[in-house]
């Protein structure tokens, strides 16, 4: 396979941005692959997926190629800092297509995360579901769920900058509200992407996971698979997970 660093500019961020693909050499040269957009979580960036599981070799295994941006600390949306949703969606498949064997249909499309990554999953899953035939969530639900932050610490701060609020409260019914995304998708009318979500047992966030997911997959009636079991909020969990992740997009999502 092949692993590639890229910093290119975006125009979305207007500066240079870092990303990670893995392109497999399964099939014919001239195919185009199915993509697995895979997402970071706080206080992470591109390189925390390749440095801390085996992306690379899950990805020539099951023939899916992998992109991993960079997002800071922007839960994946636009802001004062960049528009992060924007260059994610829309500017890096139009970028990255130009450059590589990437599927640009629909169907070949799978978007992914840990965390923040989660979230952000969700968060493009249901915004654009005519875009995405699955979402994968690890270790995420919907993070209004667990409150406020407390005080005095990273995540109040993280609150104040990016959400100009610490009141979770106030952020229902936003686009941080990953229910609010959900219940606004299904009345499109339109196929919602297919869901895999999974969370540790010892993970503080596996309440949020387990009801965001029965919501969405009970009431809303999106098609879903759910996996739990011994763990953390931690990459032993996450790199355990990915390659049930990758097993899923080959079996349940892409298709011929």
């Not at 014919?28 to 801390?52: F, I, K, M, Q, T």
């Not at 260059?87 to 995360?113: C, N, R, W, Y």
């Not at 899953?125 to 995405?132: I, L, Q």
């Not at 032993?236 to 390659?243: E, K």
Request: proline residues 6%.
């Amino acid at each position: 396979m092949a692993f590639m660093q890229l910093d290119l500019y975006s125009r979305m961020l207007t500066r240079q941005t870092e990303i990670a693909v893995v392109i497999p050499e399964r099939g014919e040269p001239s195919a185009a692959y199915p993509v697995l957009w895979l997402l970071h979580g706080a206080c992470d960036n591109h390189s925390g997926w390749w440095r801390n599981t085996a992306v690379e070799l899950y990805a020539e295994e099951y023939g899916i190629a992998v992109v991993m941006p960079t997002a800071d600390l922007s839960f994946y949306a636009n802001g004062p800092l960049g528009r992060y949703y924007d260059h994610i969606a829309f500017e890096l498949p139009e970028l990255l297509g130009g450059m590589f064997p990437l599927s640009t249909a629909p169907k070949d499309q799978v978007v992914a995360g840990l965390s923040m990554g989660g979230h952000g999953a969700y968060k493009f899953g249901f915004t654009n579901p005519e875009r995405y035939a699955g979402m994968a969530v690890l270790s995420a639900g919907n993070f209004l769920d667990l409150g406020n932050p407390p005080p005095g610490g990273f995540q109040e701060d993280v609150h104040r900058k990016l959400f100009r609020t610490t009141i979770a409260e106030e952020l229902r019914g936003t686009e941080h509200d990953i229910s609010h995304l959900a219940s606004l998708a299904a009345r499109k009318g339109v196929p919602l992407p297919k869901l895999f979500a999974s969370c540790g047992t010892e993970d503080l966030a596996i309440e949020s996971a387990r009801n965001t997911y029965r919501y969405i997959t009970e009431e809303l009636g999106v098609e879903g698979m759910w996996q739990e079991g011994a763990g953390g909020h931690d990459w032993t969990f996450w790199g355990r997970m990915l390659p049930e992740v990758m097993n899923w997009c080959r079996t349940s999502v892409y298709r011929p």
